[in-house]
């Protein structure tokens, strides 16, 4: 499809568990957020990556967060060790503006993470 | 850092109600973006806001930017059930490395037929 696809979109693990939830941006889009949703909460900023630069990693929660995106496309994003907080939905946006803007972000349906 | 706080953090209302939801940001605003979302789903953009002063009109809901008072304003005219969701204001992130785009706390709107 033309949009921002997330999987999987439903992940049930334990306490302590590792997950990876993947987002594919649309084709050509340079920047690519994730984002984080609690039950009732607004949206939580965790990373962004915008081309070839440095990703702005100041929004993780902790050292078990962490998040690549592979030839400037397809990202995923770790949780290790995961906890019950953790507990969320994971939203993930692309957009075609370069760095120094920001514009309209397209977003994924987002991954929804229940850590029992 | 910036924040974003909206009011009211929820509202109920009769259709064919008007209403108008508030996002306050601490520092100045740089442009201020609207989203939607509908339970479930992902946040659909519905305008953006890039000038003090400026408003937007899109079918029955209007935006307007108060630089001035680092202040945005979603207004809905004669609301419908379809109308119902989590509206959300975005902003560029003031200061720091890079133009991250920060959301605000959401507000849940419902419209009861």
């Known amino acids: 499809g033309a949009g921002v696809s997330q999987s999987p979109s439903n992940k049930v693990t334990e306490k302590g568990k590792d997950v990876e939830l993947r987002c594919d941006p649309i084709?050509?889009?340079?920047?690519l957020y994730w984002y984080r949703q609690s039950l009732g909460q607004g949206l939580e900023f965790l990373i962004y990556?915008?081309?070839?630069?440095?990703?702005?990693k100041s929004g993780l929660p902790s050292d078990r967060f962490s998040a690549e995106r592979t030839g400037g496309s397809v990202s995923t994003l770790t949780i290790q060790r995961t906890q019950q907080e953790d507990s969320a939905v994971y939203l993930c946006?692309?957009?075609?503006?370069?760095?120094?803007?920001?514009?309209?972000?397209?977003f994924g349906e987002g991954s929804r993470l229940t850590v029992l | 850092s910036q924040e974003l706080e909206q009011s009211p953090q929820s509202l109920i209302v009769q259709e064919g109600k008007n209403l108008t939801i508030n996002c306050t940001s601490s520092k100045t605003l740089y442009g201020l973006y609207w989203y939607k979302q509908k339970y479930g789903e992902g946040l659909i953009f519905l305008m953006m806001l890039q000038k003090g002063g400026e408003e937007k009109s899109h079918e029955k809901i209007t935006a307007k930017l108060d630089e001035k008072k680092q202040q945005s304003s979603l207004h809905i005219t004669a609301s419908q059930p379809s109308h119902a969701g989590i509206y959300l204001c975005?902003?560029?992130?003031?200061?720091?490395?890079?133009?991250?785009?920060?959301f605000g706390t959401g507000t849940l709107l419902a419209v009861q037929p």
């Open positions: 084709s050509g889009h340079t920047a």
């Open positions: 946006a692309s957009s075609s503006f370069p760095r120094g803007r920001t514009g309209e972000l397209f």
């Open positions: 990556f915008q081309g070839n630069s440095a990703p702005d």
């Open positions: 975005g902003a560029p992130h003031y200061g720091g490395a890079t133009n991250k785009l920060i």
